[in-house]
Nanobody, 126 residues
C-alpha cells in the first residue's frame, strides 16, 4: 500500500522558517522523482519544487527560488522542504507527490505524479 505522509506544517510569522517532511512507503522511493506542490485558498494546486531520484537535480518555482530547498534522505524514505523567509502568500496546504523515474525525470505537471499525500497546512502570518 502506497503512502505519503506529510508533517511539519504550522503557523509561522512572515520572515520565519519551517521544514515540512514527507515519509514514503509502499513503493521504491530510491527510484522516484519527488515533488512538492501547494494549494492556496481559492487557487489551483501549483508546483513548488522537485528532486530527481538520485538527488543530484532539483527544480523550483520562480516564486520560491532562493528561499526554499528540497532534499531527500534515502535511508529514511523521506523528502523535505525547507522553507525560509516565508511570506503570507506562501500560506497553503503543501502536498508531496511521487513519480516513477522510469516514466521520466523532474516535471512540474501535476498529472505526471501518481502518488500523493494528504497535505499539511502552512500558515504565514503578517
Amino acid at each position: 500500500q502506497v503512502q505519503l505522509v506529510e508533517s511539519g506544517g504550522g503557523l509561522v510569522q512572515a520572515g520565519g522558517s519551517l521544514r515540512v517532511s514527507c515519509v514514503a512507503s509502499g513503493f521504491t522511493f530510491s527510484r522516484a522523482v519527488m515533488g512538492w506542490f501547494r494549494r492556496a485558498p481559492g487557487k489551483e494546486r501549483e508546483f513548488v519544487a522537485a528532486i530527481s531520484w538520485h538527488g543530484d537535480s532539483t527544480y523550483y518555482a520562480d516564486s520560491v527560488k532562493g528561499r526554499f530547498t528540497i532534499s531527500r534522505d534515502g535511508a529514511k524514505n523521506t523528502v523535505y522542504l525547507q522553507m525560509n523567509s516565508l511570506k503570507p502568500e506562501d500560506t497553503a496546504v503543501y502536498y508531496c507527490a511521487a513519480r516513477n523515474s522510469i516514466l521520466g525525470g523532474i516535471t512540474t505537471t501535476t498529472r505526471d505524479y501518481v502518488h500523493w499525500g494528504q497535505g499539511t497546512q502552512v500558515t504565514v502570518s503578517t
